[in-house]
């Protein structure tokens, strides 16, 4: 009977070191991402109105920034561990994947849909205004106009870039400067789109006929006899000027991967091809270009779908003037220009719309590859 | 000998061509380059072919860091200093170094949650993933904007950093969970045995094993951002505190139209870091660019 009663109690007493126990761990569950949302805050605040040396600002932010995101993950981490096993199961692959899909959702799938609908509405998104947008989008002579050089892009700029870089992965293959050839080329491919539209507003540049030239092309053209030329408010051929922007920044990128699948062309084969005597250009047609072909459709993808969107050379160089609107310069100048977030959400859907084979393709792609 | 003659005349015309195409190529930089060192004067009077060596100066260089140097006459010494680059310089390293390493980070954490753990839900996700490798980011710029307004947040680095992440994520997501799902099985079987929960083996373990695919895509992503303009002025403005190179130097462009020496000494600081990592880490750079080859 006594035996029974100390059980008892002990039982309660160890139901009630129990609940102490669970109180203080939620306790702990608690105040730690309270504290650590404290700290985050209070960084956040010291970045927003801080006044310390910018130096100093700098690397605060860094840290912050770059130790909240890993402070998250420990923190969550820690959450999920003091569950039951059951729960935790449950839970974790959550926190492991939880914050990309948050982030995704909101950056790149929400927007999406926000965009489409957005597109109905009026500048301020008020007002239902139906397919007008889009007939805007569609119709208006500005926006014809960046449609046709945006072709243009897509056309003469992919098939230069591919043709170039393709052309001197070969002579590279062939030469003893193979190196450093492919060095120089690549190069461009370090420098930003801005940065290389200095480069070459210098090269275009243009004085008055019988001053001296400092533009490149124009002291070539005068030195071989010609006129001096504004080649930049030259339509229709400025698209083409800054096509070749475009042509000599991406050229290092194709040569680069057209580059690797030539190496892998057998070495046989192509000996085999020379003994029953062809020459070189039926051996490049007829062996080697078959060989690399879905390389090539991957590296031309690639730069479509960069030239698709290209916006810094144009804002750069002529600021969509003379002639050389694009699409994306179109939506930035809806967007902040004009402030009619209608039409720039049309725009936007229309160069979503352009790139959905790509998507498609790379679905299948990965479908294809492996059973997920 | 009409054999070896005829090896020679190809070597000729291959390494001729080659030399032509390098030389198209490299022109363009040089210019820049030469101009650079080239004072005012001269980068207006004459071309950059016509070198005097004897000319050459740094003083653009210290007038981009200290600022431009503008006559006059109140103040001492007859000159007073312009905006100077040196803020940018550290603005595009604050937004670029968080930039990139979240991403990374998240996308880490994602794939291995993807590759090796099992959940509800988890090859619809993957599929969201690849889908969205090819969405042109100008689709998310309006509705963003529209957020950001809301919660304050435009201009503010905090912006920025989110928005590359959530641009950048697809593709750091994707690459590394084709080589995190690639890892042997009994590495972690083993791991797990011992005892170990998720958190330490990818801690411990993937982290250090994917060395490689993080540091190709840090690369990519790096220089994604560091030459990033249309983000960057859609999310952050053109506040001199907070703005980034490729602004800066693009307003250069605008209102320095006529300050060549200081524009090419301008786009030689904002490249000098890619270039660095371009020539420091150019295996790297060259095997992120072929992995990365699928995105959007």
């Not at chain 1, 801005?194 to 124009?218: C, D, K, M, S, T």
């Not at chain 2, 490798?133 to 307004?149: F, M, N």
Request: with cysteine.
């Amino acid at each position: 009977m006594v035996a029974m009663e100390t059980s008892e109690n002990s039982l309660q007493s160890s139901r009630f070191f129990d609940l102490v126990a669970w109180l203080g761990r939620l306790a702990v569950s608690l105040i730690v991402p309270i504290c650590t949302f404290l700290v985050m805050w209070r960084g956040f605040i010291f970045l927003r109105d801080g006044a310390a040396p910018k130096l100093v600002m700098a690397l605060v932010a860094i840290i912050w920034g770059v130790g909240g995101v890993a402070i998250l993950f420990v923190v969550s981490n820690w959450l999920v561990e003091r569950l039951s096993v059951r729960w935790r199961s449950y839970l974790l692959p959550f926190v492991f994947v939880g914050p990309g899909l948050a982030i995704l959702t909101w950056y790149l799938f929400l927007p999406t849909v926000r965009t489409l609908y957005y597109g109905f509405f009026n500048r301020t998104s008020t007002k239902f205004v139906g397919f007008n947008n889009f007939i805007f989008a569609l119709t208006d002579k500005a926006m014809l106009e960046s449609f046709r050089n945006n072709l243009l892009w897509l056309i003469v700029g992919t098939s230069l870039s591919v043709i170039f870089g393709l052309l001197i992965a070969i002579l590279a293959d062939r030469s003893k400067f193979e190196k450093i050839a492919k060095s120089l080329i690549f190069l461009p491919q370090a420098i930003s789109f801005v940065g290389a539209g200095v480069i070459w507003r210098f090269i275009y540049y243009y004085r008055p006929p019988g001053e001296e030239q400092i533009g490149l092309l124009n002291a070539i053209v005068v030195a071989l006899g010609g006129e001096p030329l504004a080649w930049l408010t030259l339509r229709p051929w400025n698209t083409f000027f800054l096509i070749a922007i475009m042509v000599w920044l991406q050229t290092g990128f194709a040569m680069i991967i057209l580059s690797a699948a030539l190496k892998g062309v057998p070495e046989e084969l192509l000996e085999a091809a020379r003994i029953d005597g062809a020459t070189e250009i039926q051996i490049f047609f007829g062996i080697i270009i078959p060989y690399i072909q879905g390389t090539i459709i991957t590296v031309s993808t690639t730069i479509l779908i960069a030239t698709l969107k290209i916006f810094d050379i144009v804002f750069v160089m002529t600021n969509g003037l003379y002639g050389t609107e694009v699409m994306a310069s179109q939506q930035y100048k809806q967007m902040f220009k004009y402030q009619d977030f209608g039409r720039g959400s049309a725009v936007a859907i229309i160069l979503l719309i352009t790139v959905i084979p790509v998507m498609f393709y790379n679905l299948r792609q990965f479908r294809e590859r492996e059973a997920f | 000998m009409s054999k070896k003659r005829q090896k020679l005349i190809s070597d000729i015309l291959v390494n001729g061509s080659l030399l032509l195409l390098c030389l198209i190529w490299t022109l363009p930089s040089l210019g820049m380059l030469v101009s650079s060192f080239r004072p005012r004067d001269d980068v207006l009077t004459t071309g950059w072919w016509k070198i005097d060596w004897s000319q050459l100066t740094l003083k653009n260089y210290d007038q981009v860091f200290s600022g431009k140097e503008i006559a006059d006459a109140s103040m001492p010494g007859g000159v007073a200093k312009g905006e100077d680059m040196s803020q940018a310089f550290l603005n595009s390293l604050v937004v670029t170094v968080p930039s990139t390493i979240i991403p990374i980070l998240i996308a880490a954490f994602a794939a291995y949650g993807f590759a090796w753990m099992k959940f509800p839900g988890r090859k619809v996700f993957f599929i969201m993933v690849v889908a969205m490798l090819a969405v042109p980011l100008q689709i998310a710029l309006i509705p963003i904007l529209r957020d950001y307004t809301k919660l304050d947040l435009n201009g503010t680095f905090l912006a920025i950093w989110l928005a590359h992440t959530g641009f950048g994520l697809p593709l750091a997501t994707y690459l590394l969970y084709n080589y995190i799902s690639a890892l042997p099985r009994d590495i972690l079987e083993s791991a797990f045995i011992d005892g170990a929960s998720h958190f330490t083996i990818f801690t411990r373990l993937i982290l250090q094993l994917s060395i490689p695919a993080l540091a190709s895509f840090a690369i990519l992503q790096f220089m994604w951002v560091w030459n990033d303009l249309l983000v960057a002025l859609v999310f952050i403005g053109s506040r001199p505190e907070v703005a980034v190179l490729t602004q800066r130097l693009m307003d250069m462009t605008g209102s320095r139209g006529q300050d060549w020496h200081l524009l090419m000494a301008g786009a030689f600081v904002t490249m000098s870091v890619p270039l660095f990592i371009f020539f420091m880490l150019q295996r790297y750079f060259v095997r992120g660019i072929l992995a990365g080859s699928v995105k959007g």
